[in-house]
């Protein structure tokens, strides 16, 4: 019953330095996103992947890449990390993007430190 | 410019009384309204929601208010227990999961 899995759990990275999140569901969802939360901003969505095979930007997609490796599981690469991407990372997933109904279910989180 | 706006940062209630969660929202296509409630170290776990043909929704001890000339929302949840505290966040959509907007969120402490 994992639902939304995300790893690592923390990382602290030096400015300058790439990392990949790791995302994966086993909700057989078709829908997947990357989205960051900054404190007083609430959550702010990077990139999205609607169903395999595709990806598009969000609101804040600059300094990050996104892949959509296979139907569960959606990484997050920073290649040049920078102070200003220091924040917690929630992975999410819906059975589609459109529809009333639609609802997220997010992962537990990655924060993220860059110094 | 923040569409959807959450303006208390903090609530703290009585264990048994009212919580009452404010939302207000700027854009008048969203038609679609949603809240998370989020634990520390753990994801937003989905609430409650409402569509925009709708003006109440209810679910339990949560009930969710829209009032599209105003265009504000709002969680009620009676009665408030321990386990309520949390962060609040509302969310709004102009179709679609991914135009989803997030507000700020609202640290809801219950007190006993």
């Known amino acids: 019953n994992a639902g939304v899995t995300q790893t690592p759990k923390f990382q602290v990275l030096k400015t300058g330095q790439s990392m990949t999140l790791q995302c994966a569901q086993d909700m057989n969802h078709n829908s997947m996103y990357w989205y960051r939360q900054d404190p007083g901003m609430g959550l702010r969505l990077i990139y999205y992947s609607a169903s395999e ?12 890449n996104v892949s959509r490796l296979n139907k569960r599981e959606f990484s997050l690469r920073l290649e040049s990390a920078a102070p ?19 609802k997220l279910f997010f992962g537990s989180g990655t924060q993220l430190s860059v110094l | 410019d923040q569409q959807v706006k959450q303006n208390s940062p903090s609530l703290s209630v009585q264990e048994g009384r009212i919580s009452i969660l404010n939302c207000d929202y700027t854009n008048s296509m969203f038609d679609y309204f949603l809240w998370y409630k989020k634990y520390p170290a753990e994801g937003p776990t989905f609430l409650i929601s409402i569509s925009s043909i709708k003006d109440k929704n209810e679910d339990g001890r949560f009930t969710v208010f829209l009032n599209k000339s105003a265009k504000h929302l709002s969680l009620h ?29 609202t640290r809801l402490t219950i007190n006993p």
Request: some cysteine.
């Open chain 1, 84 to 102: 200003s991407q220091t924040s917690v990372y929630f992975c999410a997933s819906s059975e589609w993007t459109f529809g009333e109904n639609e």
């Open chain 1, 53 to 64: 095979g595709t990806t598009d930007k969000g609101e804040v997609p600059n300094g990050y």
């Open chain 2, 77 to 105: 949840i009676v009665p408030s227990q321990p386990g309520d505290s949390a962060v609040y966040f509302c969310a709004a959509s102009a179709g679609g999961a991914q135009k989803l907007v997030f507000g700020q969120g």
